[in-house]
């Protein structure tokens, strides 16, 4: 009889062990989820910083790149998505890497859908999907390639992307 109080008492305390473990567990995701969904400083980082590696690591031949043809006499730059080819190029309002990120042009669906970095000038897989604005070359300014985003009014804002993004011939 001792024996069985005992093993009743031994599998109720291992029952409501279980139990609250379960429930620190089952709340666990959800908490890591909502705090990666917010489109907070912290998950954008977080977001950044792991495509940032990815850019860094990946082969050179495996990167898509912006074009401009120079001698056909246009400077429209231009991206052409192609999902065999990564690309995830940011246009600054400045010269700088750490100034304010106004454009996007991304191969990665959760670098473009509801535009999570909130640049200005808004966040596409490709050129052509800029349906309000293009974009022109307008030069070189050490690092980076100095560009303009005209809209339908002509009315311009400067874009700047790294070199390495852009391909000028």
Known sequence: MKVAILAVTLLITACNQSSSAKKSADTLPQQLISADILPGQ???????????TVNRITETSSLNKAYVSLHKGD?????????????????????????????????????????PFR???????????????????????GAFIKAIAIDSSNNGVPVYFEKKWVDVK
Request: proline share 1%; charged share 30%; with cysteine.
């Open 119 to 141: 640049c200005r000038l808004g966040a596409y897989y490709e050129t052509d999907e800029m349906k309000d604005f293009y974009l022109k070359y307008l030069g070189s300014e």
């Open 75 to 115: 400077s429209t730059i231009v991206l052409k998505a192609n999902i065999r080819l990564d690309h995830r190029i940011f246009g600054y309002a400045r010269p700088d890497t750490n100034a304010e990120r106004v454009l996007l042009l991304s191969v990665f669906t959760n670098d473009v859908q509801g535009n």
């Open 42 to 52: 912290a998950a954008v980082k977080k977001l950044q910083d792991s495509l940032d």
